[in-house]
């Protein structure tokens, strides 16, 4: 196949890739780094007539969108998502590591943050239903394949 060809067969879903794996994904690694802005609060005091003074905080709204304005993505956060208490929670494992009462209550305390609890909880789940589940298609297979042909094709439709 000459190389133009090759190219013209290839370029659309190369292009294709692009624009709606590759793009998407750099996109949302970027915008990982990034958190909301806080909203800009402001402390007022209401005075009435007869009522006295009250102090209220309410939100300002145009710093807000003047600050959205000028950090579209928000507030540069780096790692600190990923290392938050949320996620990996460095400084909790470090804490939990430092001081502790050996190796079974560093195990209970770091099933009790929430990203080690789903880790875990995914890991047993996939090492525990994958085997399941092949060992059942293996089984429904074989006693498929010992039925006779003549009932072979209804039994296998159902």
């Not at 624009?19 to 780094?33: D, G, K, M, Y």
């Amino acid at each position: 196949m000459p190389h133009k060809t090759f190219f013209a067969f290839i370029l659309p879903s190369l292009i294709a890739m692009i624009l709606f794996i590759a793009l998407p994904i750099v996109s949302v690694v970027v915008q990982s780094f990034y958190v909301e802005h806080g909203r800009v609060l402001v402390e007022v005091e209401n005075c009435q007539p007869f009522g006295g003074c009250t102090k209220e905080v309410r939100v300002d709204s145009e710093a807000t969108a003047r600050l959205e304005k000028e950090q579209p993505l928000g507030q540069f956060n780096g790692f600190g998502t990923y290392l938050n208490r949320g996620h990996l929670a460095v400084e909790e494992i470090g804490a939990i590591l430092a001081d502790n009462k050996g190796l079974g209550d560093v195990f209970t305390r770091v099933y009790n943050l929430p990203f080690y609890k789903a880790l875990i909880f995914t890991l047993v789940f996939c090492f525990t239903v994958t085997p399941l589940a092949m060992t059942l298609g293996f089984a429904i297979a074989l006693a498929v394949n010992t039925i006779p042909k003549l009932i072979k094709g209804p039994v296998i439709f159902f």
